[in-house]
């Protein structure tokens, strides 16, 4: 399985600023994704990261609210831009080869205050 | 639709067995999975099953689906206290041209009490 990191693992941040994640992959997987998910609810996905191209993102997310990077096939970041305390969640990196396994990041803890 | 749908709570003794159940709502599932979450970790993938098989069995964990009913169950024998954690339930839908995306339930808490 792969091994992923996350950084950082956890921030306390104040309302209007912006916070970029980083997942790093120990080895090359097609598919990147990340999801939120909010104190005691389930998952959700927010976009797909894309190498090469802008992000698919799902219905409720934006690019101007959560820009995605993903320059080459180990590496992606998520921005949440213009924080609000509602942004306060886990938000996971999550990886797949394109086969029936999808594996988990540690997860960001992020606080808005 | 992507429903999933899991009872929140679960209490069990250590020793016992555990059984957590899942429904779901969407009949073309490729894939179901259960996740496992420990306080302050991410989801730790702990067994799938192939929408076309009905049981699997790996050490502690055997995975039952009933595809006609949409039900999904694992069951954990002789639980023990580090079985504690949240039990995710997803399904994997085909979509376009992609193999397809998770769709999660919101977890079941398990409490093993020793």
């Known amino acids: 399985s792969a091994v992923i990191s996350q950084k950082p693992s956890r921030d306390i941040c104040q309302r209007g600023t912006s916070l970029t994640i980083q997942c790093q992959v120990d080895?090359?997987?097609?598919?990147m994704f990340w999801y939120r998910q909010q104190p005691g609810q389930s998952l959700t996905l927010i976009a797909t990261?894309?190498?090469?191209?802008?992000?698919?993102?799902e219905s409720g997310f934006v690019i101007d609210k959560f820009p995605i990077s993903r320059p080459n096939l180990t590496f992606s970041t998520l921005t949440v831009s213009n924080m609000s305390p509602e942004d306060s969640s886990i938000y996971l990196c999550?990886?797949?080869?394109?086969?029936?396994?999808?594996?988990f990041g540690p997860g960001t803890r992020l606080l808005v205050l | 639709g992507e429903d999933v749908e899991q009872s929140l709570f679960l209490s069990v003794r250590e020793g016992d067995s555990s059984v957590i159940n899942c429904t779901y709502t969407d009949s073309s599932s490729t894939y179901l999975y259960w996740y496992k979450q420990e306080p302050g970790a991410g989801l730790q993938l702990l067994t799938y099953i192939f929408s076309n098989m009905d049981m699997k069995q790996d050490q502690r964990l055997t995975v039952l689906l009933n595809k006609k009913d949409k039900h999904l169950s694992l069951r954990i024998a002789d639980t023990q206290t580090g079985d504690s954690a949240i039990y995710f339930c997803?399904?994997?839908?085909?979509?376009?041209?992609?193999?397809?995306?998770?769709?999660f339930g919101r977890g079941t808490q398990l409490t093993v009490w020793p």
């Open positions: 990261a894309n190498q090469g191209s802008e992000a698919t993102y």
């Open positions: 080895s090359q997987v097609t598919m």
């Open positions: 997803a399904e994997k839908i085909p979509r376009g041209s992609t193999l397809g995306r998770l769709y």
């Open positions: 999550s990886v797949s080869s394109g086969g029936e396994t999808q594996y």
